[in-house]
Nanobody
Framework: VQLQASGGGLVQAGGSLRLSCAAS????????AGWYRQVPGKRRELVAA???????NYADSVKGRFTISRDSAKNTVYLQMNSLKPEDTAVYYC??????????????WGRGTQVTVSS
């Protein structure tokens, strides 16, 4: 299973970006998908997550500004980021927790995509 993330870049404060994460390979059932971010010297933190049932969860720092969504038919999860702030600058990682055909759970991580917000 591979996760291909895209959509990062450089944006001015107040701007918007949309991250995409497409999953490919043998996935029987996706339980949840999400985005994490990490800055140098700090732990990776959850930004947003969405379950197979559509329940979402956001970090307090992004509530009201970021929206996570998924297209199950395309095995893709999105993160719409609006009203970006310099403190949103980080490497963003896509994460999927999925079951294989024998119902064993696995964590999958995509390669990070850099988001830089200038003031």
């Amino acid at each position: 299973v591979q996760l291909q993330a895209s959509g990062g870049g450089l944006v001015q404060a107040g701007g918007s970006l949309r991250l995409s994460c497409a999953a490919s390979g043998s996935i029987f059932s996706v339980n949840s998908a999400g985005w994490y971010r990490q800055v140098p010297g700090k732990r990776r933190e959850l930004v947003a997550a969405i379950t197979s049932g559509g329940t979402t969860n956001y970090a307090d720092s992004v509530k009201g500004r970021f929206t996570i969504s998924r297209d199950s038919a395309k095995n893709t999860v999105y993160l719409q980021m609006n009203s970006l702030k310099p403190e949103d600058t980080a490497v963003y990682y896509c994460h999927v927790f999925a079951y294989d055909v024998i119902m064993k759970g696995h964590d999958y991580w995509g390669r990070g995509t850099q988001v830089t917000v200038s003031s």
